[in-house]
């Protein structure tokens, strides 16, 4: 059981870590801005929010994948996820035009998250 968790937190480390390398490497902060400035709680600085999310993103990656205060650094990426989920993922104007696989991938990384940090918490 014990492999089995250092698995899930590797892996959700890596959820977290590659996506916020590939948004800072790859598509840039004005990219992710662009991504953000269409949600209407972030639309007032998107550049601002696409920095707090790429610079969280690589942040709790690497503090997952070394397990450093678990406890606490399992719950910001639940509520990126949940954002994720219900600003991004799901078309809320056109259900029929939302990727439902997509929406059960981050509802499952989701799940992991809150799973590190509550079982971090029973153990202190």
Do not use: D
């Not at 004005?30 to 696409?50: H, Q, R, Y």
């Not at 954002?83 to 799901?90: C, E, I, K, Q, S």
């Amino acid at each position: 059981m014990k492999n089995l968790n250092m698995v899930n937190r590797i892996l959700l480390g890596l959820v977290m870590l590659v996506p916020g390398l590939l948004k800072l490497l790859v598509v840039g902060p004005s990219g992710v801005a662009k991504m953000t400035g269409g949600i209407f709680l972030f639309s007032w600085a998107p550049m601002l929010w696409a920095w707090i999310l790429i610079f969280s993103e690589i942040l709790f990656g690497i503090a997952i994948l070394a397990n450093y205060q678990t406890k606490y650094t399992a719950w910001p990426p639940v509520v990126i996820l949940s954002v994720a989920v219900l600003f991004v993922t799901v078309k809320w104007m056109n259900l029929a035009g939302t990727s439902w696989s997509s929406v059960l991938l981050h509802l499952i990384a989701l799940w992991g998250f809150v799973m590190i940090g509550c079982e971090n918490c029973k153990k202190h």
